[in-house]
């Protein structure tokens, strides 16, 4: 196992992430206990020592469930990591009674790692909001009270919605969990929010490396072209391989629903084997080549915004949209949503066309806006 030095710790490169734990009959909240535990026992001999939970996770019931299985262990040997649930905005009133009711079912006295889940454009004013809630000034005082021992953050907000967060609490975050993967280095702006937490000196920890598995597998056309560079490795591996090739990464979590993953991916963190420049050109042209095939090609040059008589922020909209479309529905795209003005949406488009006139990719924006309308639901 590799392992990377963090303020003291020792972690292990991989880590565990339990948000898709085996299920039984496809049930997210009927977890398996039984291969569950097979699993933490195959990867504590295997050396993760990194066990990442989410209250929300799989019913609730996720903190629970890791809590048990690790319990067997010295506690010195394992991390157990969980987060604050600030996505649900009914909780940022709660956060005294949250916090314990999650030291009770971890099993813990404390945190070593604990994290605001998800700061994005649905929360950020609740967690800026000091006076209301308070949710941060919360944390820091469990901190100081030894309850954590390591804080940071977690977020798929676009990059302003992070730099408002960091503005305010960078000084205080030790690390930064991030959707980082091959696909999304540009599509997501992935290289430029490494780029940001670099600025402030936070290390990054990957969540979806592989894309809730869409990069596990590739056309046979494009598969071809990795083998061709990399016979023994198998397609997944070439997405950890790919974090391996970054040096502000830590901790690559992945959601492991069975043995074989566990297994699979614990031998390729048996070595490090980051990309070439060619390798990594490889994969770039093949990201590159997924997004054409999918999405709009909008370059933001904003001529359509001085032209739009509802004032819709055009290049916004369709860069959701084609994160939308990309991967296949989610929640990123409406949860950002959230934070548009009503009266910004794309159903107030007049579909007068007056933006595509001048759009120098010649798309077609009232189509796309009329799509926006019925696979995004308002929230």
């Not at 690790?70 to 506690?75: A, E, N, S, W």
């Not at 604990?114 to 000034?137: F, R, S």
Request: charged content about 25%.
């Amino acid at each position: 196992m590799i392992y990377r030095e963090f303020r003291g710790e020792k972690l292990s490169a991989l880590g565990f992430g339990a948000m898709r734990l085996p299920v039984i009959d496809g049930k997210d909240r009927d977890v398996d206990i039984a291969a569950t535990q097979e699993m933490v026992d195959y990867a504590m001999n295997a050396g993760i020592n990194y066990y990442d939970c989410g209250w929300s996770y799989h019913g609730g019931s996720c903190e629970s469930i890791m809590g048990s299985a690790l319990k067997k262990y010295p506690r010195e040997s394992y991390h157990i990591v969980t987060k604050y649930p600030g996505y649900d905005l009914s909780t940022m009133s709660k956060a005294p009674a949250v916090f314990a009711k999650q030291l009770e079912n971890c099993q813990v006295d404390s945190f070593d790692f604990y994290l605001l889940h998800n700061v994005c454009e649905l929360n950020i004013e609740a967690y800026l909001d000091t006076e209301k809630y308070g949710v941060v000034e919360y944390i820091l005082e469990q901190q100081k009270a030894g309850k954590i021992k390591h804080l940071g953050f977690s977020t798929h907000a676009q990059i302003p919605v992070m730099k408002r967060f960091l503005e305010k609490y960078g000084q205080y975050m030790e690390f930064c969990q991030i959707q980082l993967n091959w696909l999304d280095w540009t599509f997501q702006e992935a290289k430029a929010k490494v780029e940001l937490l670099s600025s402030y000196n936070i290390p990054v920890w990957v969540m979806e490396p592989l894309r809730g598995g869409k990069l596990a597998k590739l056309s046979a056309e494009d598969e071809a072209v990795l083998k061709a560079l990399r016979p023994e490795e198998d397609i997944p591996a070439w997405a950890f391989r790919f974090m391996q090739s970054i040096p502000e990464v830590t901790v690559t979590l992945s959601g492991m629903s069975s043995l074989e993953q566990l297994k699979a991916n614990i031998a390729t963190y048996e070595a490090e084997k980051p990309l070439t420049e060619q390798e990594m050109a490889a994969l770039m042209q093949i990201a590159d080549k997924m997004q054409k095939a999918k999405t709009l090609p909008c370059t933001a040059c904003h001529y359509c915004t001085n032209h739009c008589p509802k004032n819709l922020d055009i290049p916004y909209l369709m860069s959701l949209y084609n994160e939308h479309i990309l991967t296949g529905g989610g929640f990123i795209a409406p949860m950002a949503m959230v934070a548009v003005d009503k009266e910004h949406w794309p159903d107030v488009c007049l579909h007068c066309h007056s933006c595509e006139q001048v759009c120098p990719q010649q798309i077609k924006i009232s189509d796309m806006m009329e799509d926006f309308v019925k696979i995004i639901p308002k929230w």
